[in-house]
């Protein structure tokens, strides 16, 4: 036995139960022989459809595409959730294209919020970008279950990738921004976003480390037809497998989850076996046989369908 590529593994053993949690987020369908997630329970709303203003290279609007149209919706955010949740839905991510800063326009939709959270009691993720104090301080009012974001600690990626103008040191500062308001966040790091390439990710976790977290998700660039990325390779199976044994050993005691987005095939099914062995928390969309790999390993399923680290 290799003590070295172990230790991420029993890390896991130490602080956390011998337990797994597959999920499934209400974006695609999902079935295996082991697992076959509902739609229903946790949905995504866009609230500006498909549009966006920044047209990432590895998006293009492209994610926005499996989402619920809000604006042609015809009604509030309140109106478009009630009519999930009569309809068995007990969560939703609220989530959006940007503007030219990488905000979503979430503060019209703060009152809304209050009340799906009230009236209705469902779960409630929001993917905001790159908030500001104003929208970190509403939202910090609806007692959301958590903030989903992308941590970027390359400026190249941020340029090229996200067209934006910003720098790895506003993304930090989101991360202070939750913090002093309480809000729960969930970052997300992204390996091989600079065009399949490892350019800042090792940044984003130094800059993660510094602050508290709900969970930490990590996801692998998955190239999408229609986008900048489409014939770009992805990071290779040993730059994954040691990033992910490395956020382990980095935060030994955080919750680490791999994410919807990662190469298909034969591939998805090496990357969660990786993920098993790094002593990762949970998987999203897990692919054929890796709910009985983890029991392999001593660790009992339980499966929920919505987005990481959701319960209900």
């Given amino acids: 036995m290799n003590v070295a590529l172990e230790k991420p593994f029993y890390i ?7 337990e797994i949690t597959f999920y499934g987020p209400g974006l695609k369908p999902h079935s295996t022989s082991e697992f076959s997630g509902s739609m229903k329970e946790f949905v995504s709303i866009s609230v500006t459809g498909n549009n966006c203003a920044l047209n990432c290279e590895h998006c293009n609007t492209k994610m926005l595409d499996n989402m ?12 478009m959730a009630k009519n999930l ?10 989530s959006g294209g940007s503007n030219t800063r990488n905000q979503v326009p979430l503060l019209q939709h ?19 970008g790159l908030p500001d104090e104003d929208t970190c301080k509403a939202l910090a009012e609806v007692g959301i279950d958590g903030v989903m ?32 308001y309480g809000i729960p966040a969930i970052p997300h790091i992204i390996l091989g976003h600079y065009f399949g390439k ?14 508290p977290l709900k969970t930490l998700v990590l996801v692998i660039l998955l190239p999408l037809t229609g986008t900048g990325m489409e014939r770009v390779v992805p990071p290779s199976i040993e730059e994954i497998g040691e990033f992910f044994e490395t956020s382990r050993l980095s935060l030994p005691t955080t919750p680490i989850l791999l994410g919807c987005a990662r190469p298909l095939g034969a591939m998805k099914i090496k990357i969660d076996q990786l993920a098993i062995n790094a002593g990762l928390n949970g998987i999203a969309f897990p692919s054929e046989g890796i ?12 499966f929920i ?4 680290g959701v319960t209900w």
């Avoid at 703060?110 to 905001?128: Q, T």
Wanted: with cysteine; net charge negative.
């Fill in 305 to 308: 369908n919505a987005c990481c």
């Fill in 291 to 302: 709910v009985g790999y983890a029991g392999e390993k001593g660790l009992k399923p339980s």
């Fill in 198 to 211: 490892m350019n800042g990710e090792w940044d984003a976790l130094d800059m993660i480390k510094k602050y």
């Fill in 85 to 94: 949740e009569e309809k068995g839905a007990k969560g939703v991510l609220i």
């Fill in 149 to 180: 974001l992308d941590i970027i600690g390359d400026q190249e990626t941020i340029t090229d990738v996200y067209h934006l103008d910003a720098t790895p040191s506003d993304y930090e500062a989101v991360l202070d921004r939750l913090g002093r």
């Fill in 68 to 79: 619920l149209d809000l604006p042609s919706f015809g009604g509030s955010l309140f109106d």
């Fill in 12 to 18: 896991r053993k130490e602080n956390f139960p011998d």
């Fill in 110 to 128: 703060i009152e809304d919020m209050k009340r799906i959270r009230k009236e209705l009691g469902m779960v409630i993720r929001v993917h905001p």
